[in-house]
């Protein structure tokens, strides 16, 4: 969908170190799925299942804990398909049980189409 509206990305271009030994050595990263440099945002898309929906959750707050300068937004897979759908490049018919979010996740954003026209029009 990103290739589609000409959005620039990178696909995981960094890891960030999120736990530490006794020596203070990373011992554990987080990379996120994607990386949008126009917008200097990480996506991480998670899955369905909540086992892992709660360790990727735990995952970002403490990237956020750890690197509050690091701007990643976490996206579920039913607001993923729902994109998808909504912009037609998808048909809906395996969504049957994939419930439409009330919102995306996180602080809401206005943005003007004709701000990013340059982007747009290619």
Not at 16 to 24: A, K, M, Q, S, T
Not at 46 to 67: D, E, F, G, S, Y
Not at 110 to 118: A, S, V
Request: glycine residues 4%.
């Amino acid at each position: 969908m990103l290739d589609f509206y000409g959005v620039p990305w990178v696909y995981e271009p960094e890891s960030f170190p999120i736990e530490f030994d006794d020596d203070g050595e990373p011992v554990k990263f987080f990379t996120p799925d994607f990386y949008l440099p126009d917008d200097n945002m990480f996506i991480e898309i998670t899955t369905m299942n909540q086992k892992l929906v709660t360790k990727k959750n735990k995952k970002l707050k403490r990237l956020k804990a750890i690197h509050p300068d690091v701007n990643c937004k976490l996206f579920y897979q039913r607001d993923y398909l729902n994109l998808v759908v909504k912009y037609g490049l998808e048909e809906p018919d395996h969504l049957e049980d994939v419930v439409a979010p009330t919102r995306m996740p996180g602080r809401p954003e206005i943005t003007r189409l004709e701000d990013r026209g340059e982007r747009l029009t290619g």
